[in-house]
């Protein structure tokens, strides 16, 4: 008996099937590109991420081999909704999280609510990335679209449709809509009517980790997957990666090193003080049973050093290509030991907490003749870090403190980048057994639902180990401290001027 988890982001979707010790025995990935179509605008073309998750799961269910799937269950991103219609066709691209066209939306709920009432209900603080504000964007500027519009669906309720199941979602990607009440648990009748946005518009929404049926027999068939595979409802990414990485008491926190980076710490009951709302913190459901989450994020982190790849490393690439090597591990290859004094703000697509600005610009500052490549990589990397740190400070004063961070997703690969994670933010930063761990989460979810394990306490007790840890070095820390200090001034410093360029 195996286990799969689907993973769908924002750059790509990958499925690993894990046996119930947490092997890996198979693991298949596709990449997609994000669409531009306007400044500010981030899309999905929908046809091709289907196409992603099909073909993920084809490869990773081949290659287990010998020890069928029996559970298959979804990590994936937020706020991103796609518009279809009652055969199912797409009315629009998806819209993705980072996407700022619906700032007016957004603050249009200063007048109709008040932020704060809107944070009381939906645990929000007012911001265009939430699914409530892109639909009612769409209702707005396409109305001929919305007209048309069946449901507006998140990705895994997508995909439980596309594979013949009905429309499901799950409490935590609920959450991440502004239209869930999270104390309730349901879709909240004040927000959505003082949006003019009917609920019917939204999947049925349950907790993780109930069992949405047994995918039917035609999809298996046409996927690879035997017949009488149970679909479990799963959860929103950054709270799946925390469940992934053993993060189910408070006081745990995980760090997810993906195209956004994320912190997720956990909570036995929800917090909604002012300085959560200060800070632009949130509280939603966890995907661990009966408790809370809060996230502070970057938007743009490996999406930053995917930039660079794109646009400045032809030769990395090209020596990637002839050697066999990642194109990462070349690009992170000797970067320079000690602080490099470059600040670059990684605000490449708006930042994320604690300001949550939609309309912030990347910022360089320190540059000079004696900055080649790899100073600038590694400016890259404390930008970064600097934005982890930040957050890490400002969770403090909202009274969530964080003594060590487990590390996980792609980033976490890179020793040298979690040694100066450690350097710069002072905290130990460990790595686990597994770095996909939104995957593994969605393989405990599976496991639980499955009977393969008692609990989702007993599935982290068998699936998460810790593996290395990384101690900040006192005299570089001391030295980042001090750049630290000029780095938390840059932004505010320098908003006005940057935000001109949007």
């Known amino acids: 008996m195996s286990l799969m988890g689907i993973d769908v982001g924002s750059t790509g979707t990958k499925a690993v099937v894990f046996d119930l010790e947490g092997n890996q025995l198979a693991a298949s990935y596709r990449e997609y590109p994000e669409l531009h179509p306007r400044p500010g605008w981030i899309e999905l073309e929908p046809q091709r991420v289907w196409d992603a998750v099909r073909a993920v799961i084809g ?74 504000n892109k639909i009612m964007w769409l209702r707005d ?87 009488g595979v149970v679909a479990v409802a799963s959860g929103h990414d950054q709270p799946m990666n925390a469940l992934g990485a053993g993060v189910i008491r408070e006081g745990m926190a995980v760090d997810g090193m993906g195209t956004v980076e994320c912190i997720t710490v956990a909570f036995d009951e929800p917090v909604l003080n002012e300085g959560m709302l200060r800070n632009n913190f949130c509280c939603y459901p966890h995907a661990a049973p009966d408790m809370y989450a809060s996230l502070a994020f970057t938007y743009s982190s490996g999406s930053v050093l995917r930039w660079y790849r794109d646009n400045f490393a032809s030769a990395e690439m090209a020596e990637a290509q002839q050697s066999g090597q990642d194109v990462y591990d070349i690009i992170l290859s000797n970067l320079p030991d000690e602080p490099t004094g470059v600040f670059l703000v990684p605000y490449f697509a708006g930042s994320g907490t604690p300001y949550l600005d939609p309309l912030a610009k990347g910022v360089i500052i320190g540059l000079d003749l004696s900055v080649d490549k ?129």
């Open 59 to 132: 490869e990773a269910a081949a290659k287990a081999g010998g020890d069928p799937v029996q559970a298959l269950s979804i990590s994936a991103l937020g706020e991103s909704f796609t518009s279809i219609d009652q055969d199912g066709n797409y009315l629009h691209n998806t819209i993705t999280s980072p996407d700022n066209r619906c700032v007016s939306q957004a603050e249009s709920w200063r007048e109709r609510l008040g932020e704060l009432a809107v944070f009381r209900i939906t645990g929000m603080p007012l911001h265009p990335s939430f699914t409530l």
């Open 141 to 227: 500027e396409m109305p001929d679209v919305y007209r048309k519009t069946w449901k507006c669906l998140l990705w895994p309720d997508m995909i439980w449709y596309k594979l013949g199941l009905e429309p499901t979602t799950d409490h935590t990607l609920a959450g991440r809509t502004m239209a869930f009440d999270i104390v309730k648990k349901q879709w909240s009748e004040t927000m959505l009517s003082a949006a003019d946005v009917s609920p019917e518009l939204f999947a049925t929404a349950v907790a993780s980790g109930t069992v949405l049926g047994e995918i039917p027999a035609a999809a298996c068939e046409e996927l690879g997957l035997p017949r």
């Open 374 to 502: 790899k100073r600038f990589v590694k400016a890259i990397l404390e930008g970064i870090c600097y934005e982890l740190h930040l957050n890490v400070s400002r969770l403090a004063e909202a009274g969530i403190a964080i003594d060590r961070l487990r590390a996980t997703g792609g980033g976490s690969k890179s020793a040298y980048w979690l040694q100066l994670k450690a350097d710069i933010t002072g905290k130990e930063v460990v790595t686990l057994n597994v770095t996909e761990s939104g995957c593994q989460a969605g393989a405990m979810l599976g496991g639980v639902a499955t009977g393969a394990y008692a609990s989702v306490a007993e599935a982290v007790d068998v699936l998460v180990k810790e593996r290395s840890s990384f101690s900040p070095d006192p005299k570089r820390h001391a030295r980042y401290q001090e750049l630290f200090a000029t780095y938390r001034d840059v932004w505010p410093q320098v908003r006005d001027l940057a935000r001109r360029s949007a």
